[in-house]
C-alpha cells in the first residue's frame, strides 16, 4: 500500500538521483524509475518541479518531493519498517547533516569544477582543492563512524549515501586526469569507506561503472551542460 | 545549573542566520547567552574553534558541543526540545492511526477502507514536513543571495538584480499555505524565512520599489510575524540594517 504508488524521475548518471534510489533500496521499496532523456526535461518534470525543474523528483501517490536529501529524509519517515537512515540522536543528526551540506555546498562543485577548468592552471587548483576536502571528510569519517565501517557507524546512513553517491564521479575524474584525489596512504579511511560503499546490496546496482561515466563526461562537456 | 547546561549562541545582530537560532529558542522558551561577534575587530577564539570549516555566524553551544549552519540549528532545536513544533510532528496523525488500529482490531476485523484511511495519515504528515524542508531550502538557497544582487550592486546590475529577487519573493508568496507557511501555526519555514525581513527595508531604499506592491501577502505575512513576541525581540531595527549596507556600499565604493 505505502509502496505501490512510487515513481522516481531521474538519470542513471545523476549522483542525486542516486541517493534517492539508495534510500528506496535500503528500506525495500518498490519503485518506477521514469528515467528522464539527457538535454531534455519531460512534461511531467515540469509540472512536478516548476520551481528548480531538476531531477531527481520522487512521486509519492502522486505527490511530488524535490531535492535529494529532502526526498532522503522522507523515505527515512515514511518507510518505517526498513533500517533508520538519520541517527537518533539529534547531534549526531546535525553533524550528518552539517557535512551533506558541505558536500553539496563545496565537495560537488570542486569536484566537477576539475572537469570544467578551462586551462592546466586551473585544473591544478580545482585538484589541489579538492584533494584537501577529501581530508577533511577523512576526519569526519573519523569523527562520525565512532569506529564502525560507514559514516552511519555499523550501516549506512544519511551522509553515507550523501557523499557515497559521488565516489563514482571521483573515480572518472581520478580516471580521466590521471591523479588520485584520494588513497590508502593520505586518506585511507575514506578509501575504504568507498570501496565498501560501492559494492553494498543497496548501492551496488545504481552505481554505473566508471567506464561508462568517462564516456557520458566527455560526451556532456563537448554538448550541453548537465541536467544537474 | 551547570556550566554544560549552557546554551550559548556565537552571534551578529545584523545576521539573518543567527535570527532563525534566536527565534528558534524564544519559541520554545529555552534560555541562552548571546555572544556578539565583532566582525569589524576579528573573530573570535571560541568561534574559530567551534567552527573551523566555515569560520561563521551562528554557531550553538550546547552542552558544550558546537552545531552549525543555521537550518540545522533550527532543526536540532527542534528536535532536542521538541514543544511547540516548528515542524509538523505527525504525533495527530500517529494518534488517529493508533485509534483505526485499534478500532479494526475491536470491531471490524480486516476492512480495506480503514487501512487505506490509517495508512494514508502518515504520510500526509510526513509530506507536510517534507515540503516545509523543501520551502526552507528554497529560502537558504535563494533569499540571501538574492538580496545581495540588489545592495552589492549598482546601475544596471542593481536593476537585474532588483528583478531577480522579485522574483523569488513571488515564488515564496506562492507557497503561503495560510496565514503562515505551514498554514494556521508559526513553524519551521516561518522561522528560516523572517529574519531576511528586516533587510528588505535597505533592499527597498537601493532598489527604488516596495516589497508591499510586489507581494501583498507575503508583506501582510511579515506583518503577522513581527507581531510575535519571539520575532519581535530577535530582529533588529530595519533602519540600522539599512545604515550597516549603506557603510557596506560606501566601503566598497558603490555609492
Known amino acids: 500500500m505505502a509502496g505501490s504508488d512510487v515513481k522516481l524521475l531521474g538519470a542513471w548518471q545523476s549522483p542525486f538521483v542516486m541517493r534517492a534510489r539508495i534510500a528506496l533500496n535500503l528500506k525495500s521499496v518498490e519503485y518506477e524509475f521514469l528515467e528522464e532523456k539527457f538535454g531534455s526535461k519531460s512534461d511531467l518534470l515540469l509540472k512536478s518541479n516548476p520551481v528548480y525543474k531538476k531531477i531527481p523528483v520522487l512521486l509519492h501517490h502522486n505527490r511530488p518531493i524535490c531535492e535529494s536529501l529532502i526526498i532522503v529524509q522522507y523515505v527515512d519517515e515514511t518507510w518505517t519498517s526498513g533500517p533508520s537512515i538519520l541517527p537518533s540522536d539529534p547531534y549526531d543528526c546535525a553533524i550528518e547533516r552539517f557535512w551533506a551540506a558541505y558536500v553539496d555546498d563545496k565537495f560537488f562543485p570542486s569536484l566537477f569544477g576539475i572537469a570544467k577548468a578551462e586551462s592546466e592552471e586551473k585544473k591544478a587548483e580545482a585538484i589541489e582543492q579538492t584533494k584537501e576536502m577529501v581530508v577533511l571528510l577523512e576526519n569526519a569519517f573519523k569523527e562520525c563512524s565512532k569506529g564502525g565501517e560507514f559514516f552511519g557507524g555499523e550501516r549506512i546512513g544519511f551522509l553515507d549515501i550523501a557523499l557515497g553517491s559521488v565516489v563514482g564521479w571521483v573515480r572518472a575524474v581520478e580516471s580521466m586526469t590521471g591523479f588520485q584525489l584520494s588513497d590508502k596512504e593520505t586518506t585511507p579511511g575514506f578509501a575504504r569507506w568507498a570501496e565498501r560503499f560501492c559494492t553494498h546490496e543497496a548501492v551496488k546496482e545504481v552505481m554505473p561503472g566508471t567506464e561508462t561515466l568517462i564516456e557520458f563526461g566527455k560526451m556532456a562537456l563537448s554538448n550541453l551542460p548537465p541536467t544537474n | ?255
Request: hydrophobic share 45%.
Open chain 2, 1 to 255: 545549573m551547570s556550566k554544560n547546561d549552557e546554551v550559548i549562541l556565537l552571534d551578529f545582530w545584523a545576521s539573518p542566520f543567527a535570527m532563525r537560532v534566536k527565534i528558534a529558542l524564544a519559541e520554545k522558551g529555552i534560555k541562552f547567552e548571546a555572544r556578539e561577534e565583532d566582525i569589524m575587530a576579528g573573530k573570535s577564539e571560541l568561534l574559530l574553534n567551534s567552527n573551523p570549516l566555515h569560520k561563521k555566524v551562528p554557531v550553538l553551544l550546547h552542552y558544550g558541543k558546537p552545531i552549525c549552519e543555521s537550518a540545522i540549528i533550527v532543526s536540532y532545536i527542534d528536535e532536542v526540545w521538541p514543544f511547540p513544533a516548528l515542524l509538523p510532528t505527525c504525533y495527530y496523525a500517529r494518534a488517529q492511526a493508533r485509534f483505526w488500529a485499534d478500532f479494526v482490531d475491536k470491531k471490524v476485523g480486516f476492512h480495506p477502507y480503514y487501512s487505506e484511511t490509517f495508512l494514508n495519515l502518515l504520510p500526509t504528515c510526513y509530506y507536510a514536513r517534507t515540503q516545509a524542508r523543501f520551502w526552507a531550502d528554497f529560502v537558504d538557497k535563494k533569499l540571501f543571495d538574492g538580496g545581495c544582487g540588489i545592495w552589492r550592486n549598482n546601475g544596471d546590475a542593481l536593476e537585474l538584480g532588483k528583478k531577480e529577487f522579485i522574483e523569488i519573493l513571488q515564488v515564496l508568496e506562492g507557497a503561503l499555505g495560510g496565514d503562515f507557511f505551514g498554514g494556521d501555526n508559526f513553524g519551521f519555514v516561518d522561522t528560516i524565512a523572517i529574519p531576511h525581513a528586516s533587510w528588505f527595508y535597505a533592499y527597498e531604499q537601493f532598489g527604488g520599489f516596495k516589497v508591499e506592491d510586489a507581494c501583498p501577502k507575503l508583506s501582510a505575512w511579515i506583518e503577522r510575524c513581527l507581531k510575535r513576541d519571539s520575532v519581535a525581540k530577535s530582529l533588529p531595527d530595519p533602519s540600522k540594517v539599512y545604515e550597516f549596507l549603506c557603510m557596506f556600499r560606501k566601503m566598497n565604493g558603490l555609492d
